[in-house]
Structure formats: C-alpha cells, structure tokens
C-alpha cells in the first residue's frame, strides 16, 4: 500500500474543490485512509493501485463529481519526505509561509530557471531539486517579482504549496500511512 499526496493544480477562487465531498467521494471509491487539507486542493490516499490509475479514477472523480479538470500531482508520501529533507534554504524555516515547494512535471530548461534568477530581487532564492523547485520570498509571496513570474516562467507543469502546508500534509499523510 502506497499512500500519495495529490496536489490539485488551480484549486482557488472561482475553482473550488469542496473537501468534504472530495474526501467522501475518495472513501466510496475504495480509497483508504482519504483526507483532505483546507479548501486549496490538497488530499491524500492510501491505495494499491499503481500512481497511474490511481490517477486516472481520482481525475474521472473529479471530472463527474465536481467539474474539476485540471492537472493533479500525487508524490507518494517517501517522494514527500525526500522533498522536505531536500529544503536547498534552512535558513527560511523561521517564516514558513514565505517559502515555496513546487513540485514539477517534468524538469525544466536551466535557461528558464536562469531568467526567473535574473528576476529575483531583495534576497529571494529558487532552486530546482529533482522534480522540486523550491522558492523563497524573504520579503512575502504576493509582493514577490520572482513569484509573480515563476508559474509562466518556469515553462513546465507545476503546483506550489508554502512550508506550512509542505509540513502539514507530510504529517497528515504519515498517519494515513498508518
């Protein structure tokens, strides 16, 4: 049994996900262990299934459940511990909220990482991991130029969560696991 942590991409706004129904909907499904984590698109399961049909009956979930048809990502929950031991900025942890960990589809161009460099300003940092880019906003995500560009300028597939939910749904899913 695999537990995974999805990621919905562009759960906000005039796109919601409501949780309580997802969570029920996961469970009916045959699911173990279904939660989910406030309304930002963010869930998490325990199953056998391979990440691919698992993928695949989540997505067909929210397609006929909720309308929902974006991309999501499921690291499974060792991908999620090896993201937090990865954390390139230590030094961050004292305000969670203004680091980032955006998981990836696919790794991007160094040049694309090297122009969202150029465009950070006042102590912000990214680095690419693996599949993770990790992005820190000393100064605050919504004022940030390096955030404001990032989601373009990446040029890949991406969802981002600040540390505080990075945390959080580690801890969720280690009892999931359970």
């Not at 309308?67 to 929950?77: D, E, N, R």
């Not at 161009?109 to 690419?128: P, Y």
Request: proline fraction near 5%; charge should be positive.
């Amino acid at each position: 049994m695999t537990v995974y942590i999805l990621l919905f991409r562009g759960v906000g706004g005039a796109t919601q996900l409501p949780t309580k129904p997802l969570r029920e909907a996961l469970t009916k499904a045959g699911f173990e262990n279904a939660g989910t984590y406030i309304n930002s698109g963010n869930a998490y399961l325990k199953t056998d299934m391979p990440r691919g049909e698992m993928l695949k009956t989540v997505a067909e979930i929210c397609k006929t459940e909720f309308g929902f048809t974006k991309a999501i990502h499921a690291p499974s929950l060792a991908e999620w511990k090896k993201l937090v031991k990865n954390n390139p900025f230590p030094d961050a942890l004292e305000v969670p909220k203004f680091l980032h960990a955006a998981v990836l589809a696919e790794k991007p161009q160094a040049a694309k990482v090297g122009a969202l460099r150029a465009v950070a300003s006042n102590g912000e940092r990214i680095e690419i991991i693996d599949k993770v880019a990790y992005l820190h906003t000393p100064n605050g995500f919504g004022t940030s130029k390096l955030a404001e560009k990032f989601d373009k300028g990446i040029g890949v597939e991406n969802t981002a969560r600040n540390w505080n939910t990075v945390l959080k749904l580690l801890e969720l899913a280690e009892q999931a696991a359970k």
